[in-house]
């Protein structure tokens, strides 16, 4: 049992965190997420630089051969400096699809054009109608000819607004709630027939909705087997929630930082109220949910690779369910510790704030991986 | 004991109620409905047609303009009110200000001042808060100089609701620095938005809305006629004024509203096969949220019902109650929504006059996200429920 990171991962850490330390402050993360983009290609661009965007890829595809440690390493640290820039969308969902699913030219191209930080692919998959069910898909791709025919309705595509490329998952057969059936297909976002239409989110990060409207693609687009292409997807949100739980963990340890400096600086009734009993068991609280989400995000890391489905699931689910509780409780405490600052755009913690509420909702909540879990029977076990 | 309303107060609650069914103006109504923020102009549309009522400032003696109500008929207009859901009168001014000047003010103030806030021609602002002075109000440094027959004011506001429509904002101000208690030395004065010396900065809410501001006043000629009551009592003045809301600071009109809105939602939104209010957790968690609020009304219904024997002047400290309870339903009520919502919580759409553009996703779910994010505030203003609680522990428990 080892709970320490090596030497490489350490370095990795030290030198993520003394780039975002140098460049990625609250005020220039504030001006990129207003900028019109909704994030800054100089820095994705540093992070191409870094290996960050070749992290997770295989050496054979021309990445670093990280594993899930590396990435909740990464996430970490753009949890904590509220980076927006797309690499959950890019690096951790597209290209975890065409890690897993790409044939060996499809991965030779389009992962060294991810991991080069040349080209943004973004995932196309939620609609509508789905919530949170990852097997609703009633977009549809007809087979003509050599060619497929996609149509349909896909929302929620994060950061799918300044995408080059879209990794598109359609109906092929069966029904629109059948697993079966569904297949993956790469397009490009300006191909004929494909209207976007991007927005701000929440938490200051950027989504699409993106409408395929009789879009033509050949039938080398295809991603993997045709109708198997849900085991693939479930598979990848599975390790985005991994992501994005390490990313949580970076968003909460600085909002309790940021609480805790602040009990120490604002004084009211002649004494600063970090000495008032109540607020000291408030953080305290705080304390101890962020260390059991901490827990749960390296547990999320460590099973993300476990090869029994089940078991994986179960991991999954209940390391959702403990940062979608944590991030709430941390979060709403840090505002109200606050008091009026933390209300206001102008402070950090209210990003924060809005970045774990939004955490809490992406990829099924707290609600969903409860009883997703109990359905499973538990994490503990017999 | 009888829990139930007389056939005279449901006779009441019947008129009150089909009153607002006839005249809120349906597109203010769609607004609140949909949690939206309404414009000055709605709010000032809206107290007029109270006004002509007679209903502006219910709560007031008859001789200012108020009604003969008593509390429980007070009680039920209020939430009659937020259920409607029409816009709160804004409690600046019939509220706060209001009282302050016909319990304290001169012949002067009441004549000018009160017809003016009953209509709306003055739009009121609160400046107690300062940067230094949150939970420990009295210890605010704003100051206020006589020179002849004004004062002269210096310092900074901040928080202040609304203050970019304000005409006239009422201030504790420190007049005596030496008073051997920092409770001692504050007056309670009234500066017109217009005087030089007055700047405004907006302060966005973390909600993308613009509702408070930073007010700074910079060698700001007050007329001395300004001051309400006697000079360095001040504190006292604001402590009736805090503790006069007692009747509404639940909100249970609007909690039960958000409760009802909930149970449409839930009951159209599907999660799976089934609607999102057929899910066992979900209607579970609902059901436990209305006991809640259930207790709440029935507490608060008895705070009103004593307040029949309890002089004007002494708040109830059971209020505290109230205010702590209040808030955070109010506050789950806005989790709910989240939750009924789901993921379409994640578009962020600014809020624009005549914005032609459909919203990203369902109408109803636009707001959603952002009143979760601003409604964190009512347990920290108005008194935090840490502060609350203080009372609570001291005031009733004698800890
Ligand atoms: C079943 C049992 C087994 C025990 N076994 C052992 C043992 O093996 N060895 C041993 O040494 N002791 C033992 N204890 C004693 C235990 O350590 C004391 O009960 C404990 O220290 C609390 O002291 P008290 O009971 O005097 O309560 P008090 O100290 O009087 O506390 C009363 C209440 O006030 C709260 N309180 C007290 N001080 C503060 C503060 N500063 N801030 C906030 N709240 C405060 C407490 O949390 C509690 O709610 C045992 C007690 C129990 C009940
Ligand atoms: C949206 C909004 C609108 C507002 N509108 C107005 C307005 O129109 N006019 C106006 O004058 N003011 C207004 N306020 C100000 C509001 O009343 C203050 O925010 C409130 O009094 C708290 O003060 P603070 O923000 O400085 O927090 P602080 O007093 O600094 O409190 C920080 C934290 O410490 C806690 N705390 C403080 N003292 C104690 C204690 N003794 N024991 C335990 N805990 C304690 C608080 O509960 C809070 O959690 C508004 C505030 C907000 C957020």
Not at chain 1, 105 to 130: D, M, N, P, S, V
Request: glycine share 8%; net charge negative; aromatic share 8%.
């Amino acid at each position: 049992m080892d709970f320490d990171l090596n030497d490489e991962q350490r370095m990795l850490k030290d030198s993520v965190e003394k780039l975002l330390g140098a460049r990625y402050d609250f005020d220039t993360r504030r001006r990129i997420s207003d900028s019109p983009e909704g994030f800054d290609r100089e820095i994705w661009s540093a992070f191409a630089e870094m290996g960050l965007l070749a992290l997770p890829f295989s050496e054979d595809d021309g990445g670093m051969g990280g594993g899930p440690v590396e990435t909740m390493i990464v996430m970490e640290a753009f949890g904590r400096a509220l980076v927006v820039e797309p690499f959950l969308a890019s690096v951790i969902l597209a290209g975890g699809i065409l890690r897993r699913a790409g044939s060996s030219g499809q991965r030779a191209e389009h992962i060294a054009a991810i991991a080069g930080g040349e080209k943004l692919y973004a995932f196309a998959h939620h609609e509508r109608q789905a919530r949170y069910d990852l097997h609703d898909v009633a977009t549809m791709a007809r087979a003509d000819g050599e060619h497929y025919v996609i149509s349909g309705e896909k929302g929620l595509v994060l950061s799918g607004d300044s995408a080059d490329r879209l990794i598109v998952s359609a109906r092929t057969s069966g029904n629109q709630r059948d697993e079966a059936g569904i297949s993956l297909f790469l397009v490009d976002a300006k191909a004929e027939g494909v209207s976007r239409r991007g927005y701000a989110t929440q938490d200051g990060a950027r989504g699409a909705e993106v409408t395929f409207d009789n879009v033509r693609i050949p039938a080398s687009a295809l991603i993997g087997t045709r109708d198997e292409a849900f085991p693939v997807i479930a598979r990848v949100i599975e390790e985005a929630i991994a992501a994005l739980c390490a990313e949580s963990v970076g968003v909460m340890a600085d909002m309790h930082e940021a609480t805790i400096d602040y009990m120490k600086v604002r004084n009211q009734f002649g004494t600063h109220i970090g000495s008032f009993q109540v607020l000291q068991h408030a953080a305290a609280d705080m304390f101890i949910a962020l260390e059991q989400a901490r827990s749960m995000a390296m547990f999320a890391s460590m099973m993300v690779q476990e090869e029994d489905a089940r078991e994986r699931a179960r991991a999954i689910a209940a390391a959702k369910v403990q940062i979608g509780n944590s991030c709430r409780f941390v979060g709403q405490n840090a505002v109200q510790l606050h008091g009026g600052v933390a209300v206001t755009m102008e402070y950090k913690v209210a990003h924060s704030f809005k970045r774990a509420t939004m955490i809490e909702k992406l990829f099924g909540d707290t609600d969903h991986y409860t009883t997703r879990l109990a359905d499973l029977g538990g994490v503990i076990g017999e | 004991m009888d829990l139930r309303f007389t056939p005279e107060e449901i006779a009441f609650r019947d008129e009150v109620r089909a009153f607002f069914r006839e005249n809120l103006p349906e597109s203010i109504r769609t607004k609140l409905t949909l949690g939206k923020h309404f414009s000055r102009d709605d709010m000032v549309t809206w107290m007029r047609i109270l006004n002509a009522k007679g209903w502006a400032a219910p709560h007031w003696p008859v001789e200012y303009g108020g009604t003969d109500w008593d509390p429980v008929q007070q009680y039920i207009f209020r939430e009659e009110l937020l259920a409607a859901p029409a816009p709160e009168p804004l409690s600046f001014g019939v509220s706060m200000v209001g009282p302050v000047i016909y319990t304290f003010g001169n012949q002067k103030q009441k004549d000018y001042f009160l017809p003016r806030i009953r209509n709306m021609d003055d739009w009121w602002c609160q400046g107690f808060s300062e940067p230094g002075a949150g939970s420990d109000l009295a210890s605010l440094k704003t100051r206020a100089v006589r020179e002849g027959d004004h004062y002269i004011v210096n310092g900074q506001k901040t928080w202040t609701t609304l203050g970019q429509h304000a005409d006239w904002i009422f201030c504790l101000v420190r007049t005596n620095p030496d008073a051997p208690k920092k409770q001692m030395g504050i007056s309670f004065l009234l500066i017109d938005m217009k005087s030089p010396g007055v700047t405004l900065r907006p302060i966005q809410t973390l909600d993308g809305g613009f509702e408070v501001n930073e007010i700074f006043f910079d060698d700001v000629k007050v007329p001395a006629e300004n001051l309400v009551g006697e000079e360095n009592k001040g504190w006292d003045y604001a402590k009736f004024l805090l503790g006069n809301e007692r009747t509404g600071i639940a909100r249970i009109g609007i909690s039960k509203e958000r409760v009802r809105r909930i149970r449409r939602l839930a009951s159209a939104e599907k999660a799976g096969e089934r609607p999102l209010i057929e899910n066992p957790r979900f209607r579970e968690k609902l059901a436990a949220l209305e006991v809640e609020l259930k207790a709440l009304e029935m507490t608060q219904l008895r705070v009103v019902a004593e307040a029949r024997n309890r002089p004007s002047d002494k708040p109830d400290p059971a209020s505290s109650i109230l205010k702590i309870k209040g808030s955070q339903i109010q506050q789950a009520t806005t989790e709910l929504l989240l939750d009924v919502v789901g993921p379409y919580a994640l578009p962020f759409t600014p809020e624009e006059e005549g914005r032609n553009e459909p919203p990203i996703g369902p109408e109803w779910a636009q707001m959603i996200a952002p009143n979760y994010f601003n409604t964190r505030k009512v347990s920290i203003y108005g008194g935090s429920n840490e502060i609350q609680k203080n009372i609570i522990a001291k005031a009733i428990l004698g800890l």
